[in-house]
């Protein structure tokens, strides 16, 4: 009695598919980037606001006024707390994101130094917004609010609000960066993957005759899907081009 181990074949990604990999890698990245730099904004508007509002003014059993720290603005600042150490682990993970990032193109042959260095600069804008003095000012504020202390947690506020407006400014500026690096690194993606595609082309052209019909047949649709992600691809950068395009435009007039 002989018995045979189960074969398996391991197939490895195409280079053309880790290029695709790589364009939706980057295309995450700077979803996630828009989204960070848009909570960010919202964040410090809140911050800002409830660090101008008066707390609220009471008598106390002497006749004199005492300011207290309401529950409704409690609450608010604690949902601000809550959501600036959300926001700092988010900012944490758009940096490992760029990492791995850099490390997929790289893998799909697209190591190009400026495109290296522009990613190297966001993550330096990110290193530098994620200051120890953000951390302490929030730390502050959980202090404060944990004493209901209403001046102490104002002038925490307002400490808070101007350390925000360096990772606003920081994450506004790393956006604008990864836009551009972005479309630049698509252009040479693309353009590799269609200085490859006609390389296979010229190729299918060469053997076609001397394959067997079922082979010329799967190879020619495998090279027609490629021509079409291709186009489909070509044609989101142009679109991305142009939006881009139309911004600048618009932030001179």
Known sequence: HTTRSREYVLRLPTLSEVRQAARLAASAVGARLD??????????????????????????????????????????????????????????????????????TEAAGLNDPAWQARMQEIRDQLERALTPELRERLAELQKALQALDPDRTKEALEQLA??????????ERSKELFQRAALEGDMQNLAAEARDLTEAQQQWNRQVSAQDSARAAREEEALAGRTDSLAAALQKLAQQLGAQSQERQQAVA
């Open 35 to 104: 989204s960070l730099t848009h909570e960010s904004q919202k964040l410090n508007r809140q911050t800002e606001d409830l660090a101008e509002e008066r707390p609220r003014t009471s008598e106390n059993e002497q006749g004199n006024n005492d300011e207290s720290l309401s529950y409704e603005n409690a609450k608010r600042a604690e949902n601000v707390s809550a959501a600036q150490d959300q926001l700092l682990k988010q900012a944490e993970g758009i940096k490992e994101a760029i990492d791995a990032l850099q490390r997929a």
């Open 162 to 171: 101007q350390a925000q407006e360096k990772l606003r400014d920081a994450l």
